[in-house]
């Protein structure tokens, strides 16, 4: 029997959540970032983006190549291409496309908020879809991100529908293998986008499969044995039910076909990542990040991190950006913000305050993981005990490539183990059991995202601590959790329940979300003002092209003109760097003739036009 959709007032305010996070977006884009990208990452994107919008993903290089270098863009044996996957500037395509760059981290930002209510809704309750919504809405992290031009935000949503994805195809019925295609395809598409974030997401749940699927051919003796069964029995007593293996194509089948179109389509999707590097370099295997920083490896030893990743130094980053991620999550911390929140344009350090944000994550475990909630402390608490006892090895042995391979496998074995039980585990109430195995599966996502990045050789903090940014959804719903059980076990305290986290979510928006996101205010001097200078320049809207000259020139004395240059080289402002190499200037003009030529002279990060007095400047301050 269908059942028909009644539209109760939850859905209003998802509603009202999944506009807030779109608006919100367009809002921190606009005045926080001026529609602008202001990292190297983000121009590099752009740069991909515009390619990809007229179908090419490798370019010919132009000739001279060094006066339009680009950021994370490489010129190699006569071809150019960024070193990132194709995932995001797929999408940012889209938005160039468009003319509004911005509207799909926007849109994208809106998608995750519905998917987090949806996915709460149906695996908990309509109240914990709501807050685990709001939470994801108004996350300070998520503000900031959604804002940019980061591919963040996308992997975020593609995350996030990969969950609901697979909860609705592992609930069967007809459509399990449509479900099982579109978790396949967020799969692949987070996978092309943050290839780690896909792995810490597609591992957990290639165990969970494996459960799903010995299970099928387990089962356990339904009756119920009364006390006159066996003398000694209570009555009413239900005894444990007999162990049984059973061998069933068919039920095998149901639960296997919806994971192969899964794997099948997120498999091709995956191999679009050596396809780019054998059309940018002619070998599919090729790393394309270690063509622009040879160290920029995931591992430990010579060759990977600036000066030698060690464990060690993994370790140690891993608490910096875990004491900011803690605050950041949802704003929520002991003692106002900082005054020095500026300071996170240059340092990585321990986030001065102490972040609150995890306070109800043990509350939603206990409740998720149901009956036996104890063991999993303690197997919990046992791994971040070693964690922590990790940190006190001798030196020697924390800076040793071989121990920390080992310690990062140990660490993986010891996240899998659960789900070895979870196969012998005997339900008496399938949604029950279901609930447990799903909360520990949002569990173990932001843990492997952590144990992940222990082994890259760089932090992220000055964009939130954004390489665990794929798991937030995931602690929203666990932090949401024991919230929805009180307003459900006290209705009288749902309205004044909702009113308070209300107050709660503003209270971090102005007071935590705004000064930790307005330092961001043209960031790397990137500002359109340096753009509408050049504009004033023109001369009937002739093209322009920008030669910029100087001592020591750095990519931020014309970052803004590095954004609204083309791949192409055909765009209404192309900027062109003359680094005084004999000749140089000339190619550039050959190359671009019946152009109006305005000068730049640049020092450092600061470009000055010097066809007024006093000089015209842009960029870092003197001084």
Known sequence: MKHSFRFHYHHLLAIVLVAFSFFMSALVSRTVYERLPHLEDEITYLFQARMLARGQAVIDSPDPARPFWQLFVVDREGKRFGKYPLGWPMMLALGVQLGQLWVINGFLAAGTAALAYRLGRELFDP????????????????????GSLMGHTAALFVSTLFLYG?????????????????????????????????????????????????RAVISWQSSVVSSQSEAGDPPGAVRE???????????????????????????????????????????PRQNLYVLVWPYDQVGFGEGYGRNIHTLEKGLRQTRWDLSLFAADAFGWQDGPMPDEAVRLRTNSVYWPAVGLSWVLLPFGLALGLGRRWWWWAVWLAGGIGVFMLTTNLPVELLRDPAFANRWMLAAGLWLMLPFGFLIFERPLD????????????????????????????????????????EGLVALALLTALP??????RFPALRWPGYILLTLVLFYTLYGFSQPRITPLYRFNWVNPELIAAVERRQINEQPVLVIVSGSEVRWRSFGALMVSTSPFLDSGIVAAWDNGSPGIREAILRLLPERQVIELTATGNRGCFTDVEPAECYGEPEG
């Open 430 to 469: 399938d949604l029950a059991f279901r609930r447990r195995a799903w909360t520990y599966l949002l569990l173990t996502l932001p843990l492997l995202l952590i144990i992940l990045y222990v082994a890259y050789w760089v932090g992220s903090q000055l964009y939130s601590t954004r390489y665990y940014f």
């Open 166 to 214: 697979y909860w609705r195809l592992e609930r069967g019925g007809q459509h399990r293998l449509l479900w099982g295609a579109l978790a396949g395809l967020a799969l692949g598409l987070l996978v092309i986008n943050r290839p780690l974030a896909g792995l810490a997401l597609a591992v957990p749940f290639i165990a969970w499969s494996g459960v799903r699927l010995a």
């Open 241 to 283: 039910p007999p162990l049984q293996f059973r061998l069933s194509l068919s039920h095998l089948w149901r639960t296997l076909a919806p994971l192969l179109v899964l794997g099948v389509i997120a498999g091709l999707l995956t191999l679009i990542i050596p396809l780019y590097s054998y059309l940018a370099t002619g070998n």
């Open 483 to 488: 919230l929805g059980w009180l307003l459900r």
């Open 127 to 146: 109240d914990t879809g709501v807050i685990a919504a709001s939470l994801v809405a108004f996350s300070p992290m998520a503000l900031l991100l959604n």
